[in-house]
């Protein structure tokens, strides 16, 4: 007997190997199209002309793959960030399409490279910010393509969390961190060396708000500001008057994403992200292209490239039931036409929606998430995996998730939860995690489990909790506080000691240890909160099996944050898995790594909750 779309297994090479195309740019006059897909197993850069099949790779790399990458505006160099093993210590490199060859623009070692902006108006330029000087601050830099010479343009004193160039690429803003947590923002003439304070956040605005980029005329900025408001709104800030003008705002739901015209840098469009993605069109001359690409396909969707004349855009969209589908779209005849999909694949299958649910935590706060359930099946008494998103200054959100849908095939519903400190829902809701790790913020996942068991959804005794980096300490803290209301636990990359989590950030992350400090616990006056809200001082409560698994070299959350735990359980005879990659840092970028930790974890989910298993 044929066995149905619907109760197919989705293979694990489909859902979470390479794409088979993904991120397509626009080349800036137009003539070529870049995106990325595998070569020899590895995503590389491709690119060839807009309207031909002569694509060829670019690109020669053979370990991680590359994931982020963008045109020069000169048309002639692709520029890409690379680390080695997953440490975070980015390299600038430029492929040069017409001479041919790979440079390392910035060949230093532990030194990590950020793109600050690149300008249509001065094509063989980039701005970058290198921490090469003192590890613990970027300094600003232009960077000349052609030669590769740096020219220092900005140097950080020492708390200075990020920098803002104006449109004519000279660097003029400034964001500072201070003690409590919160944000100033600085802003200088041009041509000038003084800074003078243009904002101040505090510390229960600094995570939701900042600056998007200066007018060009350089009078103005474009700020998120959540100042005299609950979410974070898209307002215009005078710099010479200091006066406010709110353009997009939501009481509930911070601005998301802002659409920026690179030439004149006006804010054309602004999107606020409720359960799903909602545009607010600003610039009137794009308002009938946001109508027509609407109807290009089902999903929300994002201006991913546009050329330089501004007549032909890249559109990327996203649906709960397929990865990311790309579209061209031309804005004369007001027309798109179909790319490709990120994976095409993924047709073959039955795939699951995803929706969106809501509910009120034990304090009457209310909480947020999605749920997604396996397709035409009894969707009743599921055995369910609470999947937990990192950060935690981060949010879920609807769209394709190969989580959602792999627990969704293999037979399990698929809960996630934007508990209290998550971003996105205002900073009421945000603050509100503030000193909450292990306490209120785990609560929020309790009763979010007990309110999938209440609407008949889950079975109370096949729930899995699974999460990475804050959702890895989700994972360990649900086995240690709530080990009654799991069977089993999977662990990626979580912190397990509160105290040596914010003792070994990242020397690049001082600036903001603040925000660590006021929001987690300061491990030098608050060590005994910290230590209650650690997993590892509560090992002996674990009564469900773990699975646990972390890269070698992860800057963030270090390889001694997983072993100390391991080696606890050991102690006690307290059933583990562990799982150490020795390639990889906070998350697992090489593909073989990837189907290496889900073929075990689908194993592991299988022997306690019950699900299927590919093979």
């Known amino acids: ?40 197993g590895v995503l590389n850069v491709w690119v060839g002309s807009v309207d031909g099949e002569d694509f060829r790779p670019v690109t020669e790399d053979r370990e991680r793959g590359i994931r982020l990458y963008f045109w020069a505006e000169d048309d002639r160099h692709i520029l890409y960030l690379q680390d080695a093993g997953g440490d975070e210590n980015w390299r600038l490199y430029s492929v040069d399409l017409e001479g041919g060859g790979t440079r390392d623009l910035t060949p230093f070692e532990n030194v990590q490279a950020q793109i600050l902006d690149k300008s249509r108006h001065f094509p063989d330029e980039i701005l970058v910010s290198l921490n090469h000087r003192d590890p613990r601050v970027h300094d600003a830099y232009r960077l000349r ?5 740096l020219e220092l343009v900005a140097e950080n004193p020492g708390n200075i969390a990020g920098w803002v160039a104006d449109a004519d690429f000279e660097v003029r803003g400034a964001v500072t961190a201070k003690p409590d947590g919160g944000f100033d923002l600085l802003v200088r003439e041009a041509g000038g060396e003084d800074w003078n304070m243009a904002v101040s956040w505090g510390p229960e605005d600094g995570l939701g708000s900042g600056p998007v980029g200066f007018t060009k005329d350089g009078q103005h900025m474009y700020l998120r500001d959540s100042r005299e408001a609950n979410a974070a709104r898209l307002v215009s800030l005078n710099l010479v008057t200091g006066s406010v003008e709110t353009l997009v705002e939501d009481p509930r739901y911070d601005v998301a994403d802002v659409l920026v015209h690179p030439d004149t840098h006006e804010a054309q469009a602004a999107a606020v992200e409720r359960a799903r993605a909602e545009w607010t069109v600003l610039d009137e001359g794009v308002r009938d292209d946001f109508e027509a690409i609407r109807q290009l396909a089902r999903g929300d969707f994002g201006v991913a490239s546009r050329d330089r004349a501004d007549e032909n855009w890249i559109v990327a969209f996203t ?47 209310p909480i947020e998430g999605y749920l997604t359930l396996p397709p035409a099946e009894d969707q009743r008494s599921l055995p369910m995996v609470l999947n937990v998103h990192g950060g935690p200054w981060y949010r879920d959100g609807w769209g394709y998730d190969p989580e959602a849908q792999w627990f969704a095939n293999r037979g399990y519903a698929c809960l996630q939860v934007n508990f209290r400190g998550s971003t996105g829902y205002g900073k009421e809701f945000l603050n509100a995690g503030n000193k909450e790790w292990g306490a209120k913020m785990h609560d929020d996942l309790v009763d979010a489990v007990r309110w999938a068991v209440e609407e008949g959804v889950a079975d109370p005794e096949r729930v899995a909790i699974f999460g990475g980096s804050y959702g890895g300490y989700a994972a360990l803290a649900g086995a240690t506080f709530t080990p009654e209301l799991f069977r089993c636990a999977v662990d990626i990359v979580g912190p397990s000691n509160l105290v040596t989590l914010i003792n070994s950030i990242p ?35 674990i009564g469900i099996p773990m699975l646990i698994a972390q890269g070698a070299n992860d800057p963030r959350v270090k390889q001694a944050e997983s072993e100390q735990i391991v080696a606890a359980m050991q102690e006690k005879s307290i059933a583990h898995e562990y799982m150490l990659f020795k390639d990889e840092g906070h998350g697992f970028a090489r593909p073989e790594n990837r189907l290496k930790f889900y073929a075990a974890a689908e194993k592991f989910l299988a022997e306690h909750l019950g699900g299927r298993m590919e093979g």
């Open 1 to 40: 007997m044929t066995e149905t779309k619907t109760g197919r297994i989705i293979p694990r090479e489909v859902l979470f190997g390479n794409p088979e195309r993904t991120q397509p740019r626009i080349s800036p006059d137009g003539t070529r199209l870049a995106y990325l897909a595998p070569a020899n």
């Open 145 to 149: 393509l052609s030669t590769g010479d």
């Open 319 to 365: 649906a709960d039931d397929g990865d990311a589908s790309y579209y061209a779209y031309n804005r004369r005849n007001r027309e798109g036409a179909h790319l490709f999909d990120a994976r095409p694949d993924l047709a073959e299958y039955a795939l699951a929606r995803m929706e969106p649910i809501s509910f009120t935590a034990r304090d009457g706060l």
């Open 507 to 541: 020397p690049y992350w001082e600036p903001l240890k603040a925000i660590f400090t006021e929001r987690v616990g300061n491990p030098e006056t608050e060590e005994e909160l910290l230590k209650t809200r650690s997993p590892l001082f509560s090992v002996d409560r």
